[in-house]
């Protein structure tokens, strides 16, 4: 698999709603591979090929523009040879001023097919202008052309900026200290979060925590525990736990795995070969 990242920071609206832009593309054979909650929230257009993600009910085909992220569990994804996307990565506070519906209501444990979302048109605009494009910068004009076309009116919540901004930034990981100091109710914060973000304050939490875990360099049980300590859980094994349910193994099987730990700060997606023997 061949994964490489876009410079999205020259473009204005780009800049500001968009935590990257991705070209990932696979060779002649079919590639299986394992993505883990990160707290993103996209758009992915697929220009080549076709991609499958694991439900119970079996292999489930993928829109070719569809939303993906803000999944609570890692998810495994299959792409077919010569497999080609354009993925759009959205701060997931931003991606609702382009909703006309909560976010609340997008599936969590496999894509939405974006013309459920938008209008048929604007989907296929946007499908078509990226299958055109011949380089990086003729993506990057087609992508913020997408962003001025679509953008609601009206302003997010200011609420919603600063407890994003206390959760990711400043480490506050306890939803009564982010209603403190927003000055609401736990309950008015979380149905903000439900219309805004689409999942609760305290999923967030655990996703950015997830998150920060994955990009540690672990050598030692000792580490471990300062790391549990660092991000402010309860004890370690409440860490464990956390870190488990998301990910299907234990911080002590991904940290003593090389081609595991070493390849989240790349790209965020691994094989399937690796991660099965992880989980074995």
């Known amino acids: 698999m ?3 990242l876009i410079n999205h920071r020259t473009k204005r609206l780009a800049a500001k709603y968009l935590t990257d832009v991705y070209d990932l593309s696979c060779g002649a054979n079919e590639f299986i591979y394992c993505c883990v909650p990160n707290g993103e929230l996209g758009i992915t257009v697929i220009l080549e ?18 939303l993906y992220g803000l999944i609570n569990k ?31 209501s997008v599936n969590k444990t496999n894509g939405t097919d974006l013309m459920d979302l938008f ?22 004009n ?43 109710t736990p309950t008015t914060l979380r149905n903000l979060f439900n219309k805004h973000v689409g999942i609760s304050p305290k999923d967030l939490i655990k996703i950015h925590r997830i998150k920060k875990t994955l990009d540690f360099d672990l050598t030692s049980e000792e580490s471990l525990t300062q790391l549990a300590f660092e991000l402010k859980y309860f004890d370690q094994a409440h860490f464990c736990k956390d870190f488990k349910d998301s990910t299907g193994i234990s911080p002590k099987q991904y940290f003593s795995n090389n081609q595991l730990s070493s390849d989240f700060s790349d790209f965020q997606h691994w094989s399937y070969d690796s991660f099965g023997n992880a989980i074995k």
């Open 119 to 140: 209008k048929k048109d604007k989907v296929n605009k946007l499908y078509e202008n990226l299958s055109q494009c011949n380089n990086d910068g003729a993506l990057m």
């Open 142 to 184: 087609k992508i913020e052309d997408f962003l001025k076309d679509n953008i609601l009116i009206e302003e997010l919540d200011k609420r919603v900026l600063v407890a994003h901004h206390l959760i990711t930034n400043e480490n506050t990981y306890k939803v009564d200290d982010l209603s403190s100091i927003l000055n609401v």
């Open 49 to 66: 090929g076709d991609c499958h993600i694991k439900t119970e009910d079996g292999w489930q085909k993928q829109a070719n523009v569809h």
């Open 74 to 104: 890692v998810q495994l994804l299959k792409m077919s040879p010569n497999y080609r996307e354009i993925s759009i990565g959205f701060y997931p506070h931003y991606l609702q001023l382009f909703l006309k519906d909560s976010l609340h």
């Open 2 to 4: 061949e994964f490489r």
